[in-house]
């Protein structure tokens, strides 16, 4: 019998298991909570009171952290994030450490992509193994509005350069707000498929430091299936989900004088498939019995979920001088106690009653 299935914390040796059974393997770390950019769905205009550098781990913090979840906690896969990671001026020197001391680890960045063109060759050298790049819209206005930046252009030079460099396979994230970008998918979709990006659409959540977010104006996935069936056709992609957060869907072009035809059935009919596109629906589909994250904040907090009122202060067992052993175990256990769903047992976002958690996105690292 299981640890899981007796009810009691898992063992030493037995990894970052959960009370209802999952295992976290894959572990996403903030690097900073400043950023660059002020996505209206993230970070208020004005920007949030930083962290001091006092406060937030240094290089060394992370090493430690990053090598005793690999070594003792079964960690199989590191995914750099924040705030913006690319604003940290250690960050190559970071990588280059981590990818020294686990040479096989898939190490992944999610980035605003701003200053990524200069930057892509040296991460690439250091070690990274591959880069998420927000992007929301091609129009610089729409983009201007959305992320109250106009850096459109530096976004999609990062972009490229991180696919010219080897940093792929390059994967976009776009989040689509009702009235402003939505309309834009199918564009989104038609310029990454061109480029061999992998598009991945992510329901906007309430994470956003306004707490602006309305269930009715989030567009959902099935919005977004329709929103890109009007150009393409999506089937699912045959390849196992893996505990991955984004539903992987092939995509062939319609073309005219097929809208008889069933998507299901006659797919074949429509052509080659053109690549795939990923749609996150964390809010309608909530995909919480098969995650596998476990989340580190900027300041060395364990957040077991996104959604999770409970933190354990990692970095101040590590700064009290904590053993290895000390900090795997507190690991587990705030682990342990991870959520049924969403933070709110049996209940998911969708809920009338929610409550909206105190962390923005940006603060927690998404
Ligand atoms: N600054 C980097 C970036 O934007 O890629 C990394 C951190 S950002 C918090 C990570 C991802 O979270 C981005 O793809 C962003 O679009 C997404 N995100 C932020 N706020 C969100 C929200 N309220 N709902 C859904 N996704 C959100
Ligand atoms: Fe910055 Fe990323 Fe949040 Fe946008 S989503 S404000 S780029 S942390």
């Known amino acids: ?45 004005e920007g949030l009171q930083w962290l001091t550098k006092q406060a937030v781990m240094s290089a060394d913090e992370i090493i430690r952290i990053v090598r005793v979840g690999v070594q003792h906690l079964g960690i199989r896969e590191l995914r750099l994030t924040g705030g913006e990671p690319l604003v940290r001026q250690d960050l190559i020197q970071i990588i280059s450490k981590l990818r020294n001391n686990h040479p ?46 106009p ?4 976004v999609l030079a990062g972009v490229d350069a991180a696919f010219d460099v080897g940093l792929g396979p390059v994967k976009l994230n776009a989040v689509l707000m009702r009235g402003i970008n939505d309309a834009e998918a199918p564009t989104l979709l038609e310029w990454a498929l061109e480029r061999g990006y992998e598009l991945r659409f992510i329901e906007q959540m309430p994470l956003d430091a306004d707490h602006g977010w309305t269930r009715r104006d989030m567009i959902t996935a099935v919005e977004i299936r329709d929103l890109l069936s009007r150009d393409f056709v999506l089937s699912p992609n045959a390849q196992s989900r893996e505990g991955a957060p984004a539903e ?94 969403h933070g709110m047992d049996h209940v998911g976002l969708d809920a009338p009653d929610f409550v909206q958690p105190e962390r923005s996105m940006s603060a927690i690292g998404g």
């Open 151 to 154: 850096f459109l252009d530096h």
């Open 104 to 149: 096989a680890l898939p190490i992944s960045m999610t980035t605003n992509g701003v200053g990524l063109a200069k930057k892509a060759a040296p991460l690439k050298a250091a070690g990274l193994t591959r880069v998420n790049v927000s992007l929301d819209s091609l129009h610089e206005e729409t983009f201007s509005r959305l992320t109250r930046r």
């Open 248 to 341: 992987r869907f092939d995509v062939r072009r319609r073309a005219v004088g097929t809208d008889h035809l069933r998507e299901g059935k006659d797919v074949a009919a429509f052509g080659p498939t053109l690549g795939t596109v990923g749609i996150i629906a964390s809010v309608t589909e909530p995909f919480c019995s098969d995650c596998r994250r476990t989340r580190i904040t900027a300041e060395g907090k364990i957040m077991s979920c996104l959604f999770s009122r409970e933190e354990s202060d990692l970095l101040g067992t590590l700064r009290a001088g904590g053993s290895d052993e000390d900090i795997a175990l507190q690991w587990q256990n705030a682990m342990w106690l991870k959520p049924r769903a």
């Open 1 to 45: 019998m299981t640890s899981a299935q007796n009810g009691r914390p898992p063992d030493a040796g037995s990894g970052l298991l959960d009370r209802f059974g999952r295992l976290a393997t894959d572990m996403r770390l903030s690097l900073t909570d400043k950023c660059n950019l002020r996505c209206t769905y993230c970070m208020p205009a």
